[in-house]
T-cell receptor, first 113, second 113 residues
């Protein structure tokens, strides 16, 4: 089946630094990808919709200047957490639509210290 | 406003038993109802999904029952196995924009051997 590869799987960064998370569709093209955030033992919350070649659409309450999304090709979307703080520590997951539905990446555990 | 309510929060079932998880939604425009299985540290994986044109869908040991008038749907896991122990999320969306899913809060299933 379709695979969405997410990298890195885990990252620890210092407060104030920026972190980039990559989401790749390996065997299909994805004009649209979605970024979710999940806190421990909680549900997934949609953060933004990433559109190839155009600006991302952010959900209400999500800071677009803090969570920069770039979708430069049909197979790659990136999420950059800028000036990260401990409260940004979370599990970030991307998803993309493929022929049979929506496939999720394996997630990125971000820890800001 | 929580658009998708999931219950129970946790569930313990004996091996071979039936696990039942319920979800209720509010937005009558929703027409795509997937269930996801998530293991710790991993992204959600699509288990089974249903559209409102049918009241039940079965795939192996997993069955979705859908009640459009009550705006409810449920997941039944027959012959539950210890390997089914995971967190299960229901979701709802509009099919043409199913990437923007609203997720339930999740159910942690434990299947005891």
């Amino acid at each position: 089946g379709a695979v969405v590869s997410q990298h890195p799987s885990r990252v620890i960064c210092k407060s104030g630094t920026s972190v980039k998370i990559e989401c790749r569709s390996l065997d299909f093209q994805a004009t649209t990808m979605f970024w979710y955030r999940q806190f421990p033992k909680q549900s997934l919350m949609l953060m933004a919709t990433s559109n190839e070649g155009s600006k991302a659409t952010y959900e209400q309450g999500v800071e677009k200047d803090k969570f920069l999304i770039n979708h430069a090709s049909l197979t790659l979307s990136t999420l950059t957490v800028t000036s990260a703080h401990p409260e940004d520590s979370s599990f970030y997951i991307c998803s993309a639509r493929e022929q049979n539905g929506y496939t999720f990446g394996s997630g990125t555990r971000l820890t800001v210290v | 406003q929580q658009q998708v309510k999931q219950s129970p929060q946790s569930l313990i079932v004996q091996k071979g038993g039936i696990s039942i998880i319920n979800c209720a939604y509010e937005n009558t425009a929703f027409d795509y109802f997937p269930w996801y299985q998530q293991f710790p540290g991993k992204g959600p994986a699509l288990l089974i999904a249903i559209r409102p044109d049918v009241s039940e869908k079965k795939e192996g040991r997993f069955t979705i029952s859908f009640n459009k008038s009550a705006k409810q749907f449920s997941l039944h896991i027959m012959d539950s196995q210890p390997g089914d122990s995971a967190t299960y999320f229901c979701a709802a969306s509009i099919w043409t924009n199913a990437g923007k899913s609203t997720f339930g809060d999740g159910t942690t299933l434990t299947v005891k051997p």
